[in-house]
């Protein structure tokens, strides 16, 4: 069938004096060359072979997105090529997500933290704020101006501590009030700043033992010896590193 439209073709094109079997001869031997093979053809029947058709390999490797998500059990149910790497695509969408979200609290915090360190050091160069600290401090303190911690320490290293707490405890409270963690004000209580510093449970849980310590002191009249002095003296390292970490925001 194949030969005789080849066959055809050839008369066509051979010269009006050329024989129909020379026509049939050039058909065949042009379509059973040893180095032209033809899935199409079947030299046997001279018919048209059967060819199976099947999907290319990498059309299966192609996800098949849509709005509602992946397709987690297929339509079968089970689990494909498919399934697993919409999987992993969809994990690695969130785990960029998750990184994005870090990074962003990360830069805002920093910011802030930056702000409220400018903020606090051109308020401490104000001697209206200055002043207004003062005030707000315990007498004993006001009593005797300056550097709060190194009067603290001096009084430390004299065997003075029922003194030197309560320096100690005006030194953390002007600090935070120079990092705007707190408001220094003469009509508050110290359980009011420690609700001012709100979620910056690291500095609560640091503050708290020196603001008993110094009631107990101031209001009470009570003795405080050496160790319980010591035990607030010595997380001073950890308080001047929570103030330059923003207060460690829970």
Same mark, same amino acid.
């Given at each position: 069938?194949?030969?005789?439209?080849?066959?055809?073709? +050839?008369?066509?094109?051979?010269? %009006?004096?050329? =024989?129909? *079997? &020379?026509?049939?001869?050039?058909?065949?031997?042009?379509?059973? /060359?040893?180095?032209?093979?033809?899935?199409?053809?079947?030299?046997?029947?001279?018919?048209?072979?059967?060819?199976?058709?099947?999907?290319?390999?990498?059309?299966?490797?192609?996800?098949?997105?849509?709005?509602?998500?992946?397709?987690?059990?297929?339509?079968?149910?089970?689990?494909?090529?498919?399934?697993?790497?919409?999987?992993?695509?969809?994990?690695?969408?969130?785990?960029?997500?998750?990184?994005?979200?870090?990074?962003?609290?990360?830069?805002?915090? +920093?910011?802030?933290?930056?702000? %409220?360190?400018? =903020?606090? *050091? &051109?308020?401490?160069?104000?001697?209206?704020?200055?002043?207004? /600290?003062?005030?707000?401090?315990?007498?004993?303190?006001?009593?005797?101006?300056?550097?709060?911690?190194?009067?603290?320490?001096?009084?430390?290293?004299?065997?003075?501590?029922?003194?030197?707490?309560?320096?100690?405890?005006?030194?953390?409270?002007?600090?935070?009030?120079?990092?705007?963690?707190?408001?220094?004000?003469?009509?508050?209580?110290?359980?009011?700043?420690?609700?001012?510093?709100?979620?910056?449970?690291?500095?609560?849980?640091?503050?708290?033992?020196?603001?008993?310590?110094?009631?107990?002191?101031?209001?009470?009249?009570?003795?405080?010896?050496?160790?319980?002095?010591?035990?607030?003296?010595?997380?001073?390292?950890?308080?001047?590193?929570?103030?330059?970490?923003?207060?460690?925001?829970?």
């Amino acid at each position: 069938m194949i030969a005789a439209y080849l066959c055809l073709s +050839a008369a066509l094109l051979l010269p %009006a004096q050329a =024989a129909p *079997e &020379e026509a049939v001869v050039a058909g065949r031997k042009a379509v059973d /060359r040893w180095w032209d093979d033809y899935p199409w053809y079947n030299d046997a029947a001279d018919d048209v072979r059967p060819i199976d058709v099947s999907e290319p390999w990498y059309t299966r490797l192609q996800w098949k997105w849509n709005w509602k998500g992946p397709n987690w059990g297929g339509a079968g149910g089970g689990w494909s090529g498919n399934t697993i790497l919409e999987w992993i695509a969809w994990i690695v969408i969130l785990l960029l997500l998750g990184v994005l979200i870090y990074v962003m609290i990360r830069v805002i915090r +920093a910011r802030i933290r930056r702000h %409220a360190t400018v =903020a606090g *050091e &051109e308020e401490e160069a104000d001697p209206e704020a200055e002043h207004r /600290r003062v005030e707000a401090l315990p007498l004993p303190a006001r009593q005797r101006p300056g550097d709060l911690l190194s009067t603290a320490r001096q009084l430390y290293q004299e065997g003075n501590y029922r003194e030197a707490i309560l320096y100690l405890f005006s030194h953390q409270l002007v600090e935070l009030d120079k990092r705007q963690f707190i408001h220094l004000d003469r009509g508050k209580t110290n359980r009011q700043y420690l609700r001012e510093l709100g979620r910056r449970v690291d500095l609560r849980r640091l503050l708290e033992p020196t603001m008993v310590a110094f009631e107990e002191v101031f209001f009470g009249n009570h003795g405080l010896d050496r160790g319980r002095f010591e035990a607030c003296w010595s997380r001073m390292g950890d308080f001047d590193r929570l103030l330059a970490e923003g207060g460690a925001e829970a």
